[in-house]
């Protein structure tokens, strides 16, 4: 059985200690963080602020920032185990002070307190030798059914689009629920639509459903639209406008 331990804790953090905890397959056991108490829902798993040498470890989860990467793969430099970061956009270089380097990319937006199906979440691994792909490769396994084995270059495009997909998304209806917000209308107006995109893209070219007065060119109403906006909207709204329409025309 791998043994795992696991650094932070974070929203990643907390989800990877879940699954660990319940993992039959998988023993976890130590759970590394700054934070001097001991985070809710761990189980049994010992906490500490600092990796433990004693305990005997097969992969070291780093689930934290990408800008502590680095300083957390020189201080375990010299440890005989396979150190994995959980980072979309940072290489498998960042741990180069490591001898045994890893990552462990599950391709989701995590908050602390909503459920993910952990089955169906796509995890994107990488390892410098065969030895640790073949350890990391099990203990993805034990989290889902969908692992792909991908370069630091092809995850580092991933990431982009991911960013495109859920940050980008998500703050655009940040702003439709700001703009009703501000007209004293009910945001739950939108929902209906919002599932309907959602349901669309998922089951169609994202090319075969694009509607809207962008693509039609319906000029008028853009600047109707634009009328009703301030300097920062009236800017992201041109962009995504103008891309649209040559992306169509």
Known sequence: MLRIALIGTGNLAVHLADVLTASTELSFVQWIGRRPNEPEHRGH???FIDFQKNIGT?????AVQDDQISTLAHQLQNEDICVVHTSGAMGIDALAPCKRQGVFYPLQSFLKNNPVAWNQ???CIEANNKQDME???KCADAFSSRVHTMSSEKRAKLHLAAVFANNFTNHMVRISQDLCKEHELPEELLCELLQTTLNRVSKNLTSC???GPAKRNDVATMEQHLS???DDRKDI????????????S
């Open 209 to 211: 459903v694009q509607t």
């Open 58 to 62: 097969d992969i070291c989860i780093m």
């Open 228 to 230: 009703q906006l301030d």
């Open 121 to 123: 979440l796509p995890i």
């Open 237 to 248: 709204y041109k962009a995504i406008s103008n891309h649209i329409y040559k992306t169509y």
């Open 135 to 137: 350890k990391l490769k």
């Open 45 to 47: 798993t010992p906490y």
